[in-house]
């Protein structure tokens, strides 16, 4: 007797918006004050949702920028401000894994909450988000044999 369809959800990238490739490539080399300068260009041109997503990647971008170089208290006043104003968006606005960032900065906020106000805390415990493409989900159908 032949077997069901089965439905399985499987990955296919969103493409990302064009204008965000250079910031998103900054940020993959680790190059946040340039990635910041980036995403902070688009900004100032934009208007309605976008304006404020990209305000949202400036804010985080300079938030990472001051963890790696040990400015624990404005990693923490950026980081907040990049999570309010990323809050909201869905997971893959403008192509970008947003759901995957806005976790990423969450765990990267407890860390720096647990790690008090020491200016030499573990840096080691705090892993920096990666700003990948999102992944939409389609249904491919297979059949069992």
Excluded: C
């Excluded at 997503?53 to 300079?62: P, W």
């Amino acid at each position: 007797m032949p077997r069901r369809p089965t439905v399985w959800a499987m990955p296919e990238t969103v493409p990302v918006d064009e204008e965000l490739r250079p910031g998103v490539a900054l940020w993959e080399a680790g190059r946040y004050v340039e990635a910041h300068e980036e995403f902070e260009h688009l900004w100032l041109v934009e208007v309605g949702p976008r304006r404020h997503f990209l305000r949202g990647l400036v804010h985080a971008a300079m938030g990472f920028h001051y963890l790696t170089v040990g400015d624990l208290i404005s990693a923490r006043s950026k980081l907040a401000s990049a999570a309010n104003l990323l809050d909201g968006f869905p997971g893959d606005f403008l192509g970008l894994d947003v759901d995957g960032l806005r976790a990423g900065i969450l765990a990267s906020q407890a860390a720096l909450e647990t790690g008090g106000h020491d200016a030499l805390m573990d840096l080691g415990r705090v892993t920096i988000p990666r700003l990948t493409q999102a992944a939409a989900m389609r249904d491919v159908r297979t059949t069992g044999t």
